[in-house]
């Protein structure tokens, strides 16, 4: 569980594509990942387990290598083909900046909102417009997810917690103050640009419960 408050800003080392991972790793039948993402942070190495979660982007990955580097670490997760499909993590290359949080631990401060981790699907932005030393941001989103999409609610876009201020049709706007476009990737999209969007849990739940009591006639 997160909360979208990011904690460092990572960035791609190298990924490597299942067919293309070394005899080493297919030694002894060994499943080899649809991806393999390395990934350079600040980071201490000692404080991450192997296993841990960490959001890259909004998306839930668990680590299963890691590294100490000069300037922090480096560590390693293994991609799906389904949330290659369903997120942003197929166009990422090296280089590639990506905002990094790591699943919260009790009795943290709970900044953002609730976030699982797991991305619904890739949103566009589609407008940018400076105001007052901030931006508003207008993206469109995919149909079957307006539902969770509410002015007011939150929404978790690149694994940044953001309020809507407005939804109109498959469009909705957020506002990125300085600060938040300093310390996280937002601050460098650009118009096109796909990212990850993740709906408020509680509306997800709230809409599944209303359609099995529609389905049951109550």
């Not at 943290?108 to 699907?121: L, T």
Request: glycine share 10%.
């Amino acid at each position: 569980m997160f909360t979208g408050i990011i904690t460092d800003i990572g960035t791609v080392k190298t990924v490597t594509r299942g067919q293309e991972a070394s005899l080493a790793q297919r030694a002894g039948n060994a499943k080899v990942p649809d991806a393999m993402f390395e990934i350079a942070c600040a980071y201490d190495p000692d404080t991450i387990d192997i296993g841990a979660s960490i959001a890259l982007s909004g998306a839930c990955m668990t680590v299963t290598r890691k590294a100490k580097t000069d300037t922090g670490c480096t560590f390693t997760v293994d991609v799906s083909d389904e949330s290659l499909s369903k997120t942003t993590l197929g166009s990422w290359s090296a280089g590639t900046p990506i905002n990094l949080e790591r699943a919260m631990k009790v009795g943290d401060e709970y900044g953002g909102h609730m976030v699982s981790g797991h991305v619904d699907s890739r949103a566009v932005l589609t407008g940018l417009e400076p105001l007052a030393g901030s931006l508003i941001m207008t993206f469109t989103a995919p149909k079957d997810l307006l539902f969770g999409i509410a002015p007011k609610g939150s929404v978790t876009i690149d694994g940044v917690s953001l309020t809507v201020n407005t939804v109109s049709g498959q469009e909705f706007t957020v506002n990125i103050i300085a600060h938040t476009a300093a310390v996280t990737t937002l601050g460098k999209i650009a118009l096109n640009d796909e990212i990850n969007l993740e709906i408020d849990t509680i509306a997800r739940y709230v809409a599944r419960y209303m359609d099995h009591m529609k389905a049951i006639g109550a």
